[in-house]
């Protein structure tokens, strides 16, 4: 995490955001996306979605959704129905 400076530059960033998180992450450890999440700015959308296993492992179907959901309503969110798309 230190060799990129995650934590200083994400303060700049602006796009919804989806931290998926688990304690059994081996390849990140959980404590680094918290932090990541807590310096996101509150004025962009962002959420925490814990799941259970390593980094690479597949998700149940309750975490699916949930990705699904938030991804749907960032969008809504990007392009209301009465916006009209250039």
């Keep these: 995490m230190d060799d990129v400076n995650t934590?200083?530059?994400?303060?700049?960033?602006?796009?919804?955001?989806?931290?998926?998180v688990s304690k059994d992450d081996k390849l990140v450890p959980h404590?680094?996306?918290?932090?990541?999440f807590e310096k996101y700015p509150e004025s962009a959308r962002?959420?925490?979605?814990?799941v259970k296993g390593n980094h690479n492992e597949c998700r149940d179907w309750e975490n699916i959704l949930a990705i699904i959901?938030?991804?749907?309503?960032?969008?809504?969110?990007?392009?209301?129905?009465?916006?009209?798309?250039?």
């Design 7 to 20: 934590l200083t530059n994400i303060a700049k960033c602006t796009m919804p955001v989806l931290f998926i």
């Design 31 to 36: 404590t680094n996306s918290l932090k990541l």
């Design 46 to 50: 962002k959420s925490i979605l814990f």
């Design 69 to 86: 959901d938030f991804l749907v309503n960032s969008i809504k969110t990007a392009f209301p129905a009465e916006a009209s798309i250039p």
